[in-house]
């Protein structure tokens, strides 16, 4: 463990006391998250917390209404609601032809209240059937909401999806985002900061998904202890964007407060020309920016932990939690605790290959972007879900769902009996409405498999896309490099 | 907010890691767009006997008369991990918690927690341990008194033990203060680093880049 507080860090703060405004492209010795916090710290508090500006904020139809309400009837308003956004996803009906009905019990409520205040205040707002619309953390790096070395915040979290960016986003409560839309600044204790360095390259069948499951089956759910964590090395340097959101997503089940990834070429070019994204001389200027924010050899991290990419084999959980998952070709822990096993229905030392699934899930903001139905496509052509199988692909955004359909991907889903879905985050949670038939046990390209995460008794296994792909296919646990080869 | 300085109360144990806000409230238990009304869907799934029932689980300790009037929560590791969702406080709250001790906290869980008046007190698992193996021989003789200002878990024995809590959740907890308006009073901070930054990083300013 090393010093806390990058000397760096306080180098840049007292540089800009003194010159007055800073310059943005100079290099401090300090982290990705240092420099990202420094330039955003308002006002320093007591213990190191500090009052920080926040660049973005978004909203969801399943607290938006509290957070816009509890605001209102405060008599406060937003700060700025040009840098506020809104979005219908967590309780939106996903079947073909939607409208406000919701199949969650009095979720039309949350749907029209949501309308109501966030169009009363201001917040730029993506409706049920807008084309924009989809998973917050899909559409806004969509959008180009989301940029690198901004600071983002959403009463979700998974908000460290973002993270990918090289931006500071990390969830939080409701109360946090009234405070947050009201001062356009948040009161925040500085995290400790943490880097994971992943070695090696990944392994031909083998994804970020697998990645993040691994480091999270080897640490254990609380392991990241509420860092800022920094995924740096060969393995993520190799990643394209939306690989780096599946990996960063996974953060939220590591217990981190969030989770950055150095912005470079891949970044960049991720960025330019998105929507909201700067253009012409203020690109330049951002982009001169956001490529000094990369942590520098020199910079210090309070604690670090080392995994060797190559070595990692496709994750598949048998338990309640994302640490409870094992390698595809494994079994289910001799020493496993009685009590997910017991809702999971599995037994110590018992094969996770060849379990019999009765569903497969395709969603979520942590795979369900066009790069993930492109590969599960490319396994699905030519073949067909098992006898049984409920299959669902739920594309992360209408914008993501128009790509794939322009590309077919859309006949070869259906063609193969997979339901072809309208965006939102669907069966990824249960809210009381739609779910599995009971008892179900669905293999799933979701980030939670808690008891009863996607309905009461409903046996979830988290997996990488190609993993529910293969699985979906066989009716029963597979390994995606099997049906490679 | 009720200001927390110190509370003597029955406490109940939950010692299970890993415990996320969707088993402290369903989501399907959520069923307004406000912040109350929402007591009776706390720890549902294993409360009640079936999904969506009413009929409560004899074995679970919330149900147990033996803990009635509990208002101290013990808890295992990583508590309160997964969804942001604040209703897992409200409904805490509601059903009269005011205190929640544990090995750790998942970040967003522990914030929401001050935002609400609630105290999340880290002791050791070790220290937890034992306090709920004291408690579990008779929870009524033996309530805890927590001091927020001290830091303090105290059995009626005497047995003591201290618990870590910076300055910042420390003040809110102690004045019930509502940090939006502590932050309005540095109104003049905030317009300044606004000002500067719009000059620095126009592109972060949507709406106004003409
Ligand atoms: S897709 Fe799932 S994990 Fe992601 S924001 Fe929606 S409900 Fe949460």
Redesign the interface.
């Known amino acids: 463990m090393r010093d806390r507080g990058a000397p760096g860090d306080a180098r840049l703060a007292r540089d800009r006391e003194r010159d007055?405004?800073?310059d943005?492209t100079k290099s401090s010795g300090g982290s990705l998250f240092g420099k990202i916090w420094e330039r955003h710290v308002?006002?320093e508090?007591?213990?190191g917390?500090a009052?920080l500006?926040i660049?973005r904020i978004f909203l969801h139809e399943?607290?938006g209404?509290?957070a816009l309400?509890?605001l209102a009837a405060?008599g406060?308003r937003v700060l700025?609601p040009?840098?506020a956004f809104c979005v219908m996803d967590h309780i939106v009906d996903t079947r073909p032809g939607r409208g406000d009905r919701t199949l969650?019990?009095?979720g039309q409520?949350?749907i029209s209240?949501?309308r109501r205040t966030a169009l009363a205040a201001g917040l730029t707002l993506y409706d049920v059937n807008d084309p924009e619309q989809g998973i917050m953390h899909v559409i806004s790096p969509e959008l180009g909401i989301g940029?690198p070395?901004?600071t983002l915040v959403a009463?979700?979290?998974h908000t460290c999806t973002q993270g990918a960016l090289g931006a500071l986003a990390w969830?939080?409560?409701?109360?946090?985002a009234?405070?947050a839309l009201?001062?356009?600044?948040l009161?925040v204790?500085r995290?400790r900061s943490l880097r994971v360095n992943l070695t090696g390259r990944l392994a031909a069948g083998v994804t970020a998904k697998d990645l993040g499951l691994a480091l999270i089956a080897r640490h254990g759910?609380?392991g990241a202890?509420?860092c800022a964590l920094e995924f740096a090395g060969e393995a993520v340097a190799a990643l394209d964007m939306e690989a780096r959101m599946t990996l960063c997503n996974l953060a939220s089940?590591f217990?981190?407060?969030t989770a950055l990834i150095a912005p470079d070429d891949v970044t960049l070019s991720y960025v330019q020309g998105r929507r909201?994204?700067?253009r012409a001389d203020?690109?330049s200027?951002?982009a001169a920016?956001w490529r000094q924010l990369a942590s520098d050899p020199g910079a210090r991290f309070d604690e670090e932990l080392t995994l060797d990419a190559s070595t990692v084999e496709p994750m598949v959980s048998w338990g309640v939690?994302p640490?409870q998952s094992a390698t595809v070709t494994g079994v289910v822990p001799g020493a496993a605790p009685q009590?997910p096993l017991a809702y999971m229905g599995l037994r110590p030392g018992q094969a996770l290959r060849g379990l019999p699934v009765d569903a497969a899930f395709i969603g979520s903001c942590t795979n369900s972007r066009l790069s993930d139905l492109r590969r599960v496509a490319a396994l699905l052509a030519g073949r067909h879900v098992a006898r049984g199988v409920a299959a669902i692909c739920v594309p992360g955004s209408s914008a993501v769902k128009r790509a794939a359909e322009a590309e077919g991907l859309d006949r070869i889903f259906r063609a193969a009996g997979f339901e072809w879905r309208e965006s939102g985050c669907s069966m990824c949670?249960?809210?009381?409405g739609e779910s599995f038939r009971p008892g179900s046990r669905v293999i799933s390209s979701t980030n939670?498999n808690?008891?009863?995460?996607q309905g009461?008794?409903i046996r979830t296994h988290i997996a990488s896309p190609e993993t529910v792909a293969a699985s979906a296919i066989a009716g029963s646990i597979a390994d995606p490099r099997e049906l490679v080869s | 907010m009720t200001p927390l300085t110190s509370i003597t109360a029955v406490a109940v144990p939950l010692l299970l890691d890993n415990i996320d806000t969707d088993t402290i409230i369903p989501s399907r238990e959520i069923r307004s767009t406000g912040k109350t009304g929402l007591a009776a869907g706390l720890f549902a799934g294993w409360r009640y006997q079936a999904p969506g029932g009413r009929e409560p689980a004899p074995a679970f300790v919330l149900n147990q008369p033996r803990y009635a009037r509990a208002r101290i929560l013990l808890a295992g590791g990583n508590f309160g991990c997964g969804s942001s969702r604040e209703h897992a406080v409200w409904a805490l709250g509601e059903h009269g918690i005011r205190v929640v001790i544990a090995p750790s906290f998942a970040p967003i869980f522990f914030g929401n927690c001050v935002r609400n008046g609630m105290l999340p007190a880290v002791l050791p698992a070790a220290a937890v341990h034992d306090l709920a193996q004291v408690i579990d021989a008779d929870p009524q003789a033996n309530p805890l008194t927590v001091d927020v200002r001290a830091q303090t878990v105290t059995l009626p024995t005497g047995r003591s033990w201290h618990f870590p809590l910076e300055s910042e959740p420390k003040l809110m907890l102690l004045g019930g203060l509502d940090a939006i308006d502590l932050t309005l009073q540095m109104q003049q901070r905030i317009d300044a680093f606004l000002e500067r930054d719009r000059l620095e990083r126009p592109w972060i300013y949507l709406g106004t880049e003409r």
Do not use: Y
């Open positions: 007055g405004a800073a943005l308002v006002a508090l007591s213990d917390a009052l500006a660049d399943r607290t209404a509290v309400g509890s405060a406060r700025d040009r840098r969650m019990p009095g409520a949350f209240e949501t940029l070395g901004c009463p979700d979290s969830g939080i409560g409701s109360s946090e009234e405070h009201a001062t356009g600044t009161r204790r995290p759910a609380g202890k509420g089940e217990s981190a407060m909201h994204a700067p203020a690109w200027k951002a920016h939690s640490a009590r949670f249960h809210a009381g939670r808690f008891e009863g995460r009461p008794g």
